[in-house]
């Protein structure tokens, strides 16, 4: 999308979501490439990567704006400035050679109308990662939309509801975790005498460090060891300015009152040796969080998890967290202090954790994408809502490969 990147260093959890599907698909044979807007950072190098511009305001004089601003307003855009990256967008696609056989847009529910128009023998698929709402018409979307992914039921359900889409359109393809890169320190079920709990995260109330913080500071007042790491920004990108964030200086005085260590933004690269030194991750998202990597990942790496009880967490933790209700404090507290105190609690928590993540692979994500993929390529007919079985993989990777644009939204 144009507020991220496709990169290690300054993208989300979208651009991870690309480019371990992008690989999964290389790997079976198929052609990938992303467009993406460049910012200088590192670039994933999965796939063929090609630069879409994106316009802010600083690029635009007053003028401009002034005119665009009104092309936003009468078309129902998402997006301000959107025309300058349909007009790249459009440029890019057109110069592929040969033309795309699908293209999949992230969390765009506008561009499928564009992307019909100038390439109307390619199949459309809509991939959402959040509750995405949208000023355009769903009427031109549906129409020009082959199918629909999500990253879990809960996104899926809402969106139907939502947006009146049936769910016999909607596939879910549940994100996976490499476990190459995301796995326990030796040690992870060793008795430690301090429990180390960590936030990762973007730093947003929505995302609730804040009870994280003032729950650790409980637990010390009680003299119990234990310590709280917080790593994260207040994006992706563009550091350097949290103390401007009124939110981020209520979370700085509540850390310090915890003790706490801020380590800022982590990148990519860092994720799986922070997860690896820490005992217990929280995800205590006050906002419908859609599905978590977060919680994914630190399963993986050993860590026992205290989620939010709304949302796709509890989808996503499949029943190997402590679930709880952000909203409750006293509860929040109750558990970290149960973790604190019960080594027995702790070590089965954890062991569930592992479990838990060896199920959730890239390739089983990669699967459903692909025979989503391979439906709308065989057929008019929207695709069925369901994770594809191991049958369905049988089936589609004994056709031929084909060529797929995955196009960053």
């Known amino acids: 999308m144009p507020i991220e990147f496709y990169s290690p260093v300054s993208g989300g959890a979208i651009s991870t979501v690309i480019m371990h599907t992008a690989r999964e698909l290389i790997a079976r044979g198929h052609k990938v ?30 003028v401009q704006r002034r005119i665009s601003s009104l092309r936003w307003r009468m078309f129902h855009w998402d997006w301000p400035f959107f025309e300058y990256y349909l007009r790249s967008l459009k440029c890019a696609l057109t110069l592929l050679a040969p033309e795309p056989e699908v293209v999949v847009i992230f969390n765009d529910l506008v561009s499928p109308t564009y992307l019909k128009r100038f390439l109307p023998n390619s199949k459309v698929v809509v991939w959402l990662h959040n509750e995405w709402k949208t000023r355009f018409n769903m009427a031109e979307t549906l129409r020009n939309t082959d199918a629909f992914l999500t990253c879990s039921d809960y996104i899926a359900q809402w969106t139907s509801n939502t947006h009146n889409i049936p769910l016999n359109r909607i596939t879910t393809a549940h ?8 796995k326990p320190r030796a040690n992870y079920l060793d008795k430690q005498e301090l429990l180390k709990i960590l936030f990762l995260g973007r730093i947003d109330p929505n995302k609730g460090p804040d009870i994280v913080a003032d729950a650790v500071a409980v637990l010390r007042g009680e003299g119990l060891p234990i310590e709280l790491t917080v790593a994260g920004g207040l994006w992706f990108y563009g550091h350097g300015n949290e103390y401007e964030d ?24 860092h994720v799986p040796k922070l997860f690896r030194n820490h005992d217990v991750v929280c995800v205590l998202s006050r906002s419908q969080e859609p599905f978590s990597l977060v919680a994914a990942e630190a399963m993986a790496s050993g860590c026992a998890v205290v989620a939010s009880n709304r949302g796709g967490l509890p989808e996503a933790c499949g029943g190997a967290s402590i679930s709880v209700d952000p909203d409750a ?3 929040v507290v109750e558990v970290l202090r149960s973790l604190a105190t019960n080594y027995t609690l702790l070590r089965t928590l954890k062991e569930k ?23 709308v390529l065989s057929s008019g007919d929207s695709c ?6 191991e049958a369905d993989s049988d089936r589609v990777l004994q056709r031929p490969p084909n060529r797929i644009a995955l196009e960053r939204r």
């Open 33 to 62: 490439r992303v467009l993406t807007r460049i910012n200088g950072d590192e670039t994933y190098q999965i796939g063929d990567v090609t630069e879409i511009e994106v316009r802010s305001r600083k690029d635009l004089n007053f």
């Open 175 to 182: 994100n996976g975790v490499d476990s190459n890169a995301f």
């Open 246 to 269: 009124p939110y981020f200086r209520l979370l700085k005085t509540k850390m310090e009152a915890a003790g706490a260590t801020y380590l800022g933004h982590v990148t990519r690269h």
């Open 329 to 331: 404090f006293p509860a």
């Open 353 to 375: 954790s592992v479990a838990r993540a060896a199920c959730a692979t890239w390739s089983n994500c990669a699967t459903a994408v692909e025979t989503t993929l391979f439906r």
């Open 384 to 389: 069925g809502r369901r994770v594809a079985s």
